[in-house]
């Protein structure tokens, strides 16, 4: 599109393969590098397509759709490569992390985020089993990457089938943040949240790469809000990550602690849901912060969390049989609840890392699912809630400063750009499938209360003064 008129220049349809239907038909963005566009289509195919005409210049099969694989991740672009991994745990697959050359399209490494018998971090699954195959450890999201150290950070998904009792052992690196070498694919460090995960916390959320103030020196941070509903400071070396600080930033009744050297929680086990095991956790397994990205203002040194508190889920599993491309996940129930004397779902927090506390916090009329877009104005952008707004807030106190109605849910990252000398913000308005099934959720518990959002999908350009 134009961006000063809006004007479609050109625009790409793929369609999906007459014998699938993904279980997200959504996709996060794109990658950009000099004069290509690169787009990792769901039956997980990277096209590579020309910048000014949108024409196809190079397709590369990534993995088999048939398998349970597909794909919703922007591509990152390092150093001439394209990096990205396909989703796929809740059918049984195991995850990886791939690099293709960005001119040609041939693959270039590919890495494996479950261990296969023999290889580092295999003896925290089953011996002798083949639990490894169909472990999951899925890419959902983007990584990020430090030009320092020449390192990508990539979070990784739950352990598949959901419940740890079927998969005894930590199982690395599920619901992780691993880093790799971006020439070799070397996983080069890795940090686990919560091993034997059975609560559905897929871990997918990339860490920010950022420094913080701690104990009187500078760490390199390595940053994280996490679907488990801890806020981990974590510090990024060149051979592995170390723990610096972990804490809840809603309401998370699972851990009772964190080892002070290692991070390693220690769980309330009546908490665990397991096979023929009923357990009440909160957060709920849509997590404290789902996928939606938080923002870290240099200006004010503050990181903003947009936060879903008082949810809790009550889950129970049974044993499933894999069958190649069907659900893997062996859920026997799972319902949603909202704490008795909660007033509010929604939150945009502002927490200050340097301290290690939180500065205020703003709560919203609805479940939030709203990316946040932090400016050098002093100001952040965020949708998200039920009543289709779109708002800005004061980075400083999370004042409400503007809002607008927009034609449906805002679920996704606002963006910031300049053209002619003009400030513009950019986000996409379209509830998409994820909110939906938490809107879905929400009219169980509270019927009528949260009107229906109609899909939309539009384009909301705004010029600021």
Request: glycine residues 12%; proline residues 7%; hydrophobic residues 35%.
């Amino acid at each position: 599109m134009e961006a000063k008129s809006g004007k479609i220049l050109w625009r790409y349809k793929r369609p999906f393969p007459e014998d699938m239907t993904p279980l997200h038909p959504t996709n996060r963005g794109v990658g950009l590098y000099g004069d290509k566009v690169y787009f990792a289509a769901a039956e997980a195919i990277l096209v590579a397509l020309d910048a000014k005409t949108g024409k196809e210049v190079w397709t590369a099969k990534v993995d088999d759709y048939k398998k349970g694989y597909y794909m919703s991740l922007a591509p990152l672009v390092v150093e001439g490569k394209v990096l990205l991994g396909a989703s796929g745990g809740e059918l049984g697959v195991r995850g990886f992390l791939a690099a293709f050359d960005a001119e040609t399209g041939k693959e270039l490494w590919k890495t494996y985020t479950v261990p296969a018998p023999g290889e580092p971090g295999s003896e925290t699954w089953p011996a002798g089993g083949d639990h490894y195959k169909r472990g999951g450890a899925s890419i959902w999201i983007t990584g990020t990457y430090d030009p320092e150290t020449n390192l990508t950070f990539w979070g990784t998904g739950n352990g598949g089938p959901w419940f740890g009792d079927q998969r005894p052992g930590d199982n690395l690196y599920t619901s992780s943040v691993v880093a790799f070498d971006a020439t070799s694919g070397a996983i080069k460090g890795h940090f686990q949240y919560h091993p034997n995960d059975s609560w559905d916390w897929d871990e997918t959320s990339p860490p920010l790469v950022l420094d913080y103030q701690r104990n009187g020196r500078t760490v390199k941070g390595l940053v994280n809000v996490a679907r488990d509903g801890y806020l981990w400071q974590l510090e990024r070396t060149n051979d592995k990550i170390n723990f610096i600080a972990g804490q809840p930033y809603v309401r998370q009744n699972v851990f009772k602690g964190l080892d002070p050297k290692t991070g390693r929680p220690d769980i309330d086990e009546a908490r665990k849901p397991g096979t023929n095991k009923t357990a009440e956790f909160c957060p709920s397994l849509w997590g404290g912060k789902d996928w939606p990205p938080v923002a870290y203002s240099p200006q004010t040194r503050l990181l903003y969390i947009p936060a879903n508190d008082n949810l809790c889920t009550e889950l129970a599993g049974e044993a499933p049989k894999y069958v190649q491309g069907e659900r893997f996940m062996g859920v026997a129930k799972n319902v949603m609840k909202m704490v008795a004397d909660a007033d509010h779902i929604g939150e945009l927090q502002a927490w200050d890392l340097d301290a290690g506390k939180k500065v205020w916090t703003t709560n919203l009329p609805s479940f939030n699912w709203g990316p946040v877009l932090a400016t050098g104005g002093g100001l952040l952008f965020a949708g998200g809630t039920n009543d289709r707004m779109f708002r800005a807030f004061d980075a400083k106190t999370g004042k409400i400063l503007w809002e607008f109605p927009t034609g449906s849910g805002v679920a996704a990252v606002p963006v910031s750009f300049e053209v002619d000398g003009k400030q513009y913000i950019a986000v996409q308005s379209g509830w998409g499938v994820d909110p939906a099934k938490m809107q879905t959720r929400m009219n169980l518990i509270f019927p009528g209360k949260y009107p229906d959002v109609p899909q939309g999908g539009a384009i909301w350009v705004f010029a600021v003064k």
